[in-house]
């Protein structure tokens, strides 16, 4: 895997994370599922959760949104503002 990974010019940083955090990642997650009840409102349920949620969200989709400061509408209106 490390060897493609370098063929494809990716990171094996994230690799070796990956395989080092798993088996807690997956214990703490049993564990609180199992203090939930089994609910996955556990993980929404509060608001430093929520907040998580929403910058993981912003990650996701941050790099799919075009930049505004390319357009040239953008970049008129600075213009104007600083004329």
Do not use: C
């Amino acid at each position: 895997m490390g060897y493609l990974m370098r063929r494809g010019d990716y990171p094996i940083q994230p690799l070796i994370l990956g395989l080092v955090l798993s088996p807690y990642v997956e214990q703490y997650y049993t564990r609180a599922l199992r203090l939930g009840n089994g609910d996955f409102r556990i993980f929404v349920g509060d608001p430093l959760s929520i907040v998580l949620w929403i910058l993981l969200l912003l990650a996701l989709i941050g790099p799919l949104v075009p930049r505004v400061g390319r357009s040239g509408a953008f970049r008129a209106v600075i213009q104007k503002i600083r004329a």
